[in-house]
Nanobody
Framework: QVQLVESGGGLVQPGESLRLSCAASGSGFSINVMGWYRQAPGKQRELVAVMSAGGTTNYADSVKGRFTISRDNAKNTRYLQMNDLKPEDTAVYYC?????????WGQGTQVSVSS
């Protein structure tokens, strides 16, 4: 069993930055893939960024060049650095990890971008 706890969301103005964190706890697990989704009101959940076990990353076109996914294995924590935020980035952000054959989710954290 893996527990994920997210933090770092909030309300910012356009052009500002936020860093989301996703701390994993549990025992005896090896994470295969990790990533971040987001869901805006009235919209489907969207994959924002993903990182493989080997460190390969992929991003949604809408966030390329602005968002960076990373991890600190010593702290068992994953991050999503979000720069140059735009109003259309407003959503609840969810981290997940893949521990085959299961996928575990964080509780979600609200990111709001507004002037």
């Amino acid at each position: 069993q893996v527990q994920l706890v997210e933090s770092g969301g909030g309300l910012v103005q356009p052009g500002e930055s936020l860093r989301l964190s996703c701390a994993a706890s549990g025992s005896g697990f090896s994470i295969n893939v990790m990533g971040w989704y987001r869901q805006a009101p009235g919209k489907q959940r969207e994959l924002v960024a993903v990182m493989s076990a080997g460190g390969t990353t992929n991003y949604a076109d809408s966030v390329k060049g602005r968002f960076t996914i990373s991890r600190d294995n010593a702290k068992n924590t994953r991050y999503l650095q979000m720069n140059d935020l735009k109003p259309e980035d407003t959503a609840v952000y969810y981290c997940y990890v893949q521990v085959p054959p299961f996928r575990y989710w964080g509780q979600g954290t609200q990111v709001s971008v507004s002037s």
